[in-house]
């Protein structure tokens, strides 16, 4: 039976080779950064929830069977304590010119630190209109 080699690091870390894996469409990488919890969340833009590995598996295998994203995530406000770590990023998408240049991703990934090392816990995405902000918020506000 193969070693499968776990990925160790902080949540930056975990982040940056979970970004890595979706531009190189490993959906292996992409799946061993997951805690091994069944209730691990995904919400993919203007998509439904996903609970579980199979049912965030299934779909992160449907999006990449066409290829892989290239996302870079910016402007990240991250707020960390002992075992967990929220990461608020706005996605920029890498696509072909004059195609929804006015749309930008806000996504919000949750690590929590697991016996195997700080594993994703939740990615959450959504579509916000207009472009994307360019400085980082200065204020705090709440609903």
């Known amino acids: 039976m193969p070693r499968v080699k776990l990925i160790q690091g902080s949540p930056d870390e975990i982040e940056a080779a979970y970004y890595d894996a979706l531009a190189r469409a490993d959906i292996e990488a992409l799946m061993r950064l997951w ?5 691990i969340v995904c919400i993919h ?3 439904t929830r996903l609970v579980g590995h199979v049912a965030i598996r299934n779909t992160w295998e449907e999006i990449l069977s066409r290829g892989g994203l290239h ?3 910016r402007q990240l406000h991250a707020t960390h304590s002992m075992t967990t770590a929220i990461h608020s990023v706005i996605e920029e998408i890498a696509r072909p010119e004059n195609v929804m240049a006015e749309i930008h991703i806000v996504a919000t990934n949750i690590y929590l630190k697991t016996a195997q090392g700080w594993r994703m816990v939740m990615h959450h995405a959504s579509v916000a209109p207009g472009p994307a902000p360019t400085e980082p918020i ?3 506000m709440l609903h």
């Open 35 to 39: 805690a091994e919890d069944e209730e």
């Open 45 to 47: 833009p203007g998509a």
């Open 71 to 73: 996302i870079q995530p």
């Open 138 to 140: 200065a204020e705090t």
